[in-house]
């Protein structure tokens, strides 16, 4: 498969820039093989069976942008993955600038050391603080890491602190929000409930390279990024139970589909995870443990829309972008929903 396959043409003023306001005020579009219908947020409790179970990824973004100097140079760093209790490895603005030993400075008593330079562009970077204390300075300094297509000043808006973190955020870091999750709320979760929709959360710490276009001309030559999951035994084991009642399972997001598919086995059965996936899933994937996706409007030749696609039918999936183009849907990470149903 060519990467241009995956291709779509997306007006720029349909690239959403602010969240709904309320969240669930947001569109929905259902698809069904070539079949849509558009609806809203608050349509979603009666689009799904009563037996349905939601499956939510409950990582907590952390401020992971951060902006220093190294000599004259002006650094803006962002954080993608975690190396150890103080190492990051790091997208930097002004890279070739730095060279190894360099020290950047973020405040008077936080900066941080430059490691490495690796062929992918990443700065491997080492802080003054570790641990809990050095995610109290991010939450100190750092700003929330939007993707580069949502437009900020330098420094960001201080509303986006909560608008870029589902309101179930739990275990901290990732440094992407999980956005098909940033569409519930509470309301919205007591129509859930009120329906009998059973709820269950896994943790997928979303790495940087989530939202990033695939370069490569032929897709399989892509190297997935690693992203670190975990499902827990108690959560695995209802899932199971879930599954083999003959319910639905639906993943909120593509981070929880990836990391239910990494987690199962051949035979569809769950099992506990605690450790990093790579998982790439393209047209031919057969999956194991999802049944239907709720997930964002994804970026063209991106490793999300060819999800998607390997979910859908990559003719279905483009069939239902043009008319969410079309109907003027809003694109993205701050944009509007779809609730797919699987390709038999």
């Given at each position: 498969?060519?990467?241009?396959?995956?291709?779509?043409?997306?007006?720029?003023?349909?690239?959403?820039n602010v969240p709904a306001d309320p969240r669930d005020s947001a569109r929905l579009l259902y698809i069904n093989g070539f079949d849509v219908t558009d609806f809203g947020m608050?349509?979603?409790p009666r689009l799904l069976k009563p037996t349905d179970v939601l499956v939510f990824n409950d990582t907590k973004v952390i401020p992971a942008r951060l902006y220093g100097t190294s000599g004259e140079a002006k650094i803006e760093m962002t954080l993608f993955k975690q190396v150890n209790l103080s190492t990051w490895e790091s997208l930097i603005k002004n890279a070739r600038r730095l060279h190894t030993g360099d020290k950047i400075d973020i405040t008077s008593d936080f900066y941080a050391t430059v490691?490495?330079?690796?062929?992918n562009g990443a700065v491997v970077v080492q802080f003054n603080y570790a641990g809990a204390d050095l995610f109290t300075k991010l939450h100190e300094v750092g700003t929330m890491p939007l993707p580069p297509y949502i437009k900020r000043e330098r420094g960001g808006k201080e509303s986006d602190k909560a608008d870029y973190q589902t309101i179930y955020a739990r275990h901290e870091g990732a440094v992407a929000a999980?956005?098909?999750?940033?569409?519930?709320?509470?309301?919205?979760?007591?129509?859930?409930?009120?329906?009998?929709?059973?709820?269950?959360?896994?943790?997928?710490?979303?790495?940087?390279?989530?939202?990033?276009?695939?370069?490569?001309?032929?897709?399989?030559?892509?190297?997935?990024?690693?992203?670190?999951?975990?499902?827990?035994?108690?959560?695995?084991?209802?899932?199971?139970?879930?599954?083999?009642?003959?319910?639905?399972?639906?993943?909120?997001?593509?981070?929880?589909?990836?990391?239910?598919?990494?987690?199962?086995?051949?035979?569809?059965?769950l099992h506990p995870f605690a450790k990093e996936t790579a998982i790439f899933i393209t047209p031919g994937y057969k999956f194991k443990?999802?049944?239907?996706?709720?997930?964002?409007?994804?970026?063209?030749?991106?490793?999300?829309?060819?999800?998607?696609?390997?979910?859908?039918?990559?003719d279905e999936m483009r069939s239902a972008y043009k008319h969410a183009v079309e109907k003027k849907y809003r694109f993205f990470s701050y944009g509007d929903a779809c609730l797919i149903e699987k390709k038999n």
């Open positions: 498969m060519k990467t241009s396959d995956f291709d779509f043409d997306l007006p720029a003023e349909l690239i959403a608050l349509d979603l490691l490495d330079k690796k062929e999980p956005t098909a999750g940033l569409h519930f709320t509470e309301r919205v979760f007591k129509a859930l409930d009120d329906k009998g929709i059973k709820r269950e959360f896994i943790t997928l710490h979303v790495g940087g390279g989530t939202f990033l276009p695939v370069k490569e001309e032929n897709v399989e030559d892509h190297k997935m990024h690693a992203e670190y999951g975990v499902i827990t035994p108690e959560v695995a084991d209802r899932l199971n139970h879930y599954k083999n009642e003959g319910r639905r399972i639906v993943p909120v997001g593509t981070t929880s589909l990836r990391l239910l598919e990494s987690a199962a086995d051949e035979k569809g059965i443990f999802s049944d239907a996706l709720f997930t964002n409007f994804h970026t063209p030749q991106s490793t999300l829309f060819m999800l998607v696609s390997a979910f859908a039918g990559i």
